[in-house]
């Protein structure tokens, strides 16, 4: 099926693409990671990857880049309260993707944020089945008048009215957003080329500062110790609102975010059971 209730409102949604994004990629171990799931119980195991992609960020924002943590409004930049991370999840049975927001994502675990995340997702099912989605009110318009309530909305928010029915609110996304590249490089035969980056448009409704493009662990070439060894790696794929982070604090975000996932156990656990 084309026309998506999804593939309606990103027309509505989007511009043409155009400046002001910083784009960055890297390569991390991923080897930690999936050794700590293999050593933790079925029952208390973290979903795969992403959920410590998210905590990791979450974190580097809280901690080290509190600029991430901020939105525009009215030309000036405002912070948030607490530190939400959104995470990209399929709606079931109408195509196209939703942010689904993992509220002060920063205090907790990896495995807590995947229960969450589990919980939205069997939450966003049952709705599916009572009828369309509230997320996607403005699909059911025309072509006209949805472009223009969604401007005129979008207007209002950037101005400081609450807009939470269109998800417009600062609130509505976080400061980040979280997507697994999965589907993609699921069918990609790697043998026969390599599926290496995918770098996804911030969205522009939601006015957080950057959007991250999680590519699955595979087996890549490494440099360890002066050799090259094959090892379990991940691609991230980061794309930041200029406007709201410059060069300097994107390196020192990354850098941190790269530094937690050595330590999947400390993002496996709350930072207040640290203290």
């Not at 989007?14 to 079925?42: N, Q, Y």
């Not at 080290?64 to 030309?75: C, K, S």
């Not at 002066?226 to 991940?234: D, K, L, S």
Request: proline share 8%; glycine share 8%.
């Amino acid at each position: 099926m084309l026309d998506t209730p999804w593939r309606r409102l990103a027309a509505t949604l989007f511009d043409a693409p155009h400046s002001g994004r910083i784009l960055v990629r890297i390569e991390v171990d991923a080897e930690p990671v999936e050794a700590h799931l293999a050593a933790t119980p079925g029952a208390q195991r973290a979903v795969g990857f992403l959920p410590f992609v998210a905590a990791a960020a979450a974190r580097a924002v809280a901690e080290d880049v509190p600029a991430l943590n901020g939105y525009l409004q009215r030309g000036r930049v405002r912070a948030r309260d607490g530190v939400t991370v959104s995470i990209t999840a399929p709606v079931p049975g109408q195509g196209g993707l939703l942010a689904l927001p993992l509220r002060d994502a920063h205090v907790a675990s990896a495995t807590a944020l995947a229960s969450t995340l589990r919980a939205q997702i069997r939450g966003l099912r049952d709705r599916a089945k009572r009828g369309p989605l509230a997320e996607y009110v403005l699909a059911g318009l025309p072509w006209p008048l949805r472009h223009g309530v969604f401007r005129a909305a979008r207007g209002l928010a950037h101005l400081g009215v609450p807009m939470a029915r269109f998800d417009l609110a600062p609130e509505s996304y976080g400061a980040l957003v979280v997507t697994s590249m999965e589907p993609v490089a699921r069918g990609y035969d790697h043998d026969r080329g390599a599926f290496t980056e995918a770098f996804v448009p911030l969205f522009p409704a939601a006015r957080n500062a950057s959007l991250v493009a999680v590519l699955p662990p595979r087996e890549m070439p490494a440099a360890v110790g002066g050799e090259v060894v094959v090892r379990r790696r991940a691609v991230l794929c980061f794309t930041f609102d200029h406007r709201l982070v410059d060069g300097l604090e994107v390196g020192a975000f990354i850098q941190s975010v790269h530094r937690r996932l050595l330590d999947p156990s400390a993002l496996d656990r709350s930072p207040d059971s640290d203290s």
